[in-house]
């Protein structure tokens, strides 16, 4: 048996939904009369819906275009509802991961790696991560937006080098190797790890300090090395810390400059924050920052010296807006700000407390004494949801919204959290992919929304109008040809900057755009409805309902408006694409949806500014894809709609 | 035909009044106190020797001194309306509106509306003028060649691509062009209309600005390219299954003189909206194209003027834009009467 293909089966099953087992026996029979060279004689009587819906499958591309739309569909308003799409929401910004091209390996930690792990850390866009035996790996997105800067690209002194620490900054990353050097690569200018001329001369710097400059760091007494956006901290275990870096980004910087005496160190995005001898408080040099403490999330804030009673804070760590500061007791505080979307502190059992934090950039990831690996805080991408069966773990790493477990050898045990940015990311950090999803919806609904005003106006006054004539004819016309004049762009233009100047919420300015849309397109509809109505009100069958005493509007809306559906569908499918070519128009001129909403329109408009266009081609090639894609496929069953139901070119093919 | 023509244009005006009156509710709407703005500036230049009280009643004196001047000291938007036409008279009893040739005040430039607009609406219709001869240049006899070979490997491939063309907003053709073009190939500057920092003159000037208009003109025939192509086609198409067109075959007379002359002329007649309404819709629709190359044209102006809430302009560009829609919707149906022998509009 000749083989099917993927279309004809498709086809064939859709056959035998509509048109039941009975209609497919023919259907073989009649190939079988055919293949065997017989004459066909017999005729097939189909009623006009189901030739036409025949015709339609016989359209390999239409069908595949209903189905992409389908798909379109379930994508944008199922995805959302399911797990899949993370914590998504709109106005989510993350500025450690701007501009980040599609990436798919943000947590493949390298196979050389998995067996042998030291240390892995992350700050922004990439990780890296140290062997036990001195080897330097890099993974994540390592291209730096548009100053070409790509962090892939170890140094060779680096890679030959047995290094002893690392740390990662937002696009750089800082080393001491084994023989007690401070080095690194990427992003330079702001002091992060080289000393150059320029650098000594800003007074916005504070260079690497003299002390550490060109080697001479006891390795073995290295506490903690950590980087922070644009600055990196080295802390030894006599309590001398270092810092160096951009004091632009950490307005505290300088306050840290040769410090003694410190016990541990963390970045916060803005915030430089330390512990020092005393461990009673956390220092950060501003007054009053980081001194409520509380217990969980949201939990009810102590002031730092109530909640502590005498204990001691053994260590702290920072994510971006936040602090874990973990107590000699082995009890957990948390200082500073959560996002909105997140999993809250675990409870531990009787006798379990916590031995290590990590921080991510919203989430902590805390080891306890009995093995168990908790996450909590930011959960935006899941990176706070740790799997519960995991045992021998003997450290756990916290990438940006990654995490690592490892054994006691350094054997990769489990990973978890952000996996990639299949298309990458915007300027303000959000994943497009999750944006294109939610915009989808947000573009489709007023498109849909706006063509069913359309309809539901433009149908009833035009059947009104042909059906009736006289001067409702000519004054519903009028108003129609009214309405069609107004030049749709520059009116919406001025529309939605009467719209901004009112205080609306996004649903309410939404529906406002819709209503506007199917308010001033509406006008097509009713001449061709009226059109139809024309040519319809002259046939039989109305005569004879007009005979047998039906009401008039009964006609018109019972006896005419069935016949003359096809057409209107055909419209339908076209003005459906039109306004969502308009909806995206208006966007993208920034009069339609506003940010943080997304659309198809407005998530295109960083592109039209040529630089922004060529150096983050991620921002618009796939958004803008998706938009055609989805309106080719419209438009191509509207066309195919209009072609079958065309009954002039049944013959000709 | 005379007769015909006074009526539409009756008709037409009452429209454009009607539109107007709209548009002018819907900018009374707009939270502009121009009154309020300049009577508070001249108030803030007195000296500050006042009283709290005395500055109070000054205010109110200094406010209804502007109101009176702007003539907007009355609640009444019919007045208002009258009043901005210039047939009521304002509070000294004169009339000054759009008929005494006062079409208001832009705030941005500090200009008259009507000295500002001159250049702006000319690089449009230059603009508007040569992508349209490119665009009719290049759809029509396509549309032609694939409705004559129709269900060719040609015919399926240009409805391929101007399916996509048709689907696929302006905006995105304007991105791939500014990309292609000025990124990646660097042929043509992104935007403006001429080399910032020079004064070239004579030929030199001219192929600058050549330089500078040809992408837009390019866009602009690309964007438009698809839809009038498909147009072109369906009526082409619709007309070559004319009887007459049987007749013509079977007289004998070439394919030529079939598809050109008799074919063409029939088919011309559902094309005469797109031609003259394309013509006429440029200047409206190249509002995203002038604000993505900076294109000093009236759309940029318009778009700018809503951006800075520039009132007057936008009223009086509102204006024109809804009045070259009327316009064009006149001079179709008289060019039906023309191309049409059917059609008598003098009925």
Partial sequence: ?653 | MGRYIVKRLLYMAAVFLLLTFLLFCLYQLMPANRAYTDAKAELQQLKNTLSPEERETKMQELLLKYQRLYGTDTDDVMILYLRWWGVYPFYDGKVNGILQGNFGKSYEYNLPVVELIGPFIRNTMIIGAISEIAILGVTIPLGIKCAVKKGSRFDKGTQLVSLIGFSTPNFIIYILFIVLFCSILHWFPVSGMKTPGTSYTGWANVWDVLKHVALPCICLVFASLASITRIARASMIDALSLDCIRTARAKGLTEKVVVYSHAWRNALVPMVAIIVGGFFGIISGGIIMETMFGFKGMGLLFYNSVRQADYDLIMFLEVVYTFIALFSNLVIDLCYGIVDPRVRISK
């Avoid at chain 1, 190797?177 to 504070?206: K, M």
């Avoid at chain 1, 330390?274 to 509380?294: E, M």
């Avoid at chain 1, 007009?546 to 209107?568: C, D, T």
């Fill in chain 1, 1 to 653: 048996m000749k083989k099917e293909s993927v279309f004809h089966k498709i086809g064939r099953w859709f056959m035998r939904w509509f048109m039941g087992p009975k209609y497919e026996e023919k259907m073989r029979e009649k190939e079988a009369k055919e293949a065997s060279g017989q004459p066909d004689d017999s005729e097939l009587i189909v009623s006009p819906g189901r030739q036409i819906f025949q015709r339609f499958l016989e359209r390999k591309f239409a069908v595949f275009s209903v189905f992409l739309v389908l798909f379109m569909f379930l994508l944008v308003f199922i995805i959302p509802k399911t797990k899949l799409m993370g914590k998504y929401f709109d106005a989510y910004t993350e500025v450690t991961q701007k501009d980040m091209p599609p990436t798919l390996t943000l947590m493949s930690v390298p196979k050389e790696l998995k067996n042998n792990i030291k240390q892995i850390d992350s700050y922004g866009s990439f990780s890296v991560g140290l062997s036990k035996d001195g080897k330097v790996y890099i993974w994540g997105a390592t291209k730096m937006g548009a100053t070409g800067l790509d962090v892939s690209h170890i140094p060779e002194e680096i890679q030959n080098t047995k290094i002893a620490y690392i740390a990662a900054g937002v696009d750089h990353v800082v080393v001491i190797t084994e023989d007690g050097r401070l080095l690194g690569w990427g992003n330079n200018r702001f002091a992060q790890y080289a000393v150059t001329d320029a650098i000594l001369e800003n007074p916005n710097l504070i260079p690497v300090p003299e002390e550490i400059r060109d080697g001479g760091i006891d390795v073995s007494h290295v506490k903690k090395l950590a980087a922070g956006y644009q600055a990196s901290a080295l802390l030894m275990d006599d309590g001398t810390l270092h810092v160096w870096g951009n004091k632009q980004t950490y307005a505290n910087l300088d306050k840290f400059v040769s410090r003694t005496g410190m016990q541990d160190v963390d970045f916060t995005l803005n915030y430089v924050v330390a512990l020092d001898k005393k461990q009673s408080s956390i220092v950060t040099g501003v007054k009053n920052l980081y001194n409520t403490v509380r217990t969980e999330i949201g939990g009810e804030g102590k002031k730092i010296t109530q909640f502590l009673n005498k204990r001691k804070i053994v260590s702290l760590t920072a994510t971006s807006s936040s602090i874990c500061i973990l107590l000699d007791d082995g009890t957990m505080g948390l200082v500073g700000d959560f996002p909105k979307d997140v999993v809250n502190v675990p409870e531990f059992a009787e006798g379990e407390y916590v031995i290590d934090v990590e921080a991510g950039t919203y989430h902590f990831t805390c080891l306890t004494n009995h093995g168990h690996v908790y996450s909590f805080g930011g959960d935006h991408y899941r990176q706070a949801e740790a799997p519960t069966e995991l045992s021998g773990v003997s450290k756990v790493f916290a990438g940006a919204f990654q995490n690592y477990v490892i054994d006691e050898n350094g054997n990769l045990l489990d990973t978890w959290g952000l996996k990639s940015h299949v298309f990458g990311t915007d300027e303000s950090g959000a994943d497009i992919l999750q944006r294109v999803i939610a915009g989808g919806a947000v573009t489709m609904t007023v498109g849909a929304i706006a063509v069913i005003i359309e309809i539901l106006i433009g149908v009833s006054l035009g059947l009104i109008s042909g059906y009736f004539g006289g001067w409702v004819d000519i004054v519903i016309m009028r108003v129609a040809e009214v309405f069609g004049s107004i030049p749709l762009i520059p009116f919406m233009l001025i529309m939605s900057s009467l719209l901004s100047q009112v205080n609306l919420s996004t649903s309410e300015r939404l529906f406002m755009i819709m209503v506007i849309l199917g308010i001033l397109g509406w006008p097509g509809f009713a001449r061709i409805t009226r059109a139809q109505i024309l040519v319809a009100r002259e046939s039989e069958y109305v005569t004879a309902a007009q005979a047998m005493g039906v009401k008039e509007g009964r006609i018109a809306f019972k006896h005419i408006l069935p016949n003359i559906i096809s057409v209107i569908l055909v419209n339908m499918t076209l003005s459906f694409a039109a306004s969502m070519q308009t909806e995206t128009t208006l966007s993208f001129l920034g009069f339609g949806v506003n940010y943080p909403q997304p659309s198809w329109g407005n998530m295109l408009s960083r592109a039209s500014n040529a630089t922004a266009a060529i150096n983050f081609p991620w921002q618009w090639i796939f958004t803008s894809a998706i938009l055609v894609l989805t309106t080719v496929c419209i438009n191509t069953i509207g066309d195919t709609l209009r072609d079958v139901m065309d009954p002039k070119s049944t013959n000709d093919k």
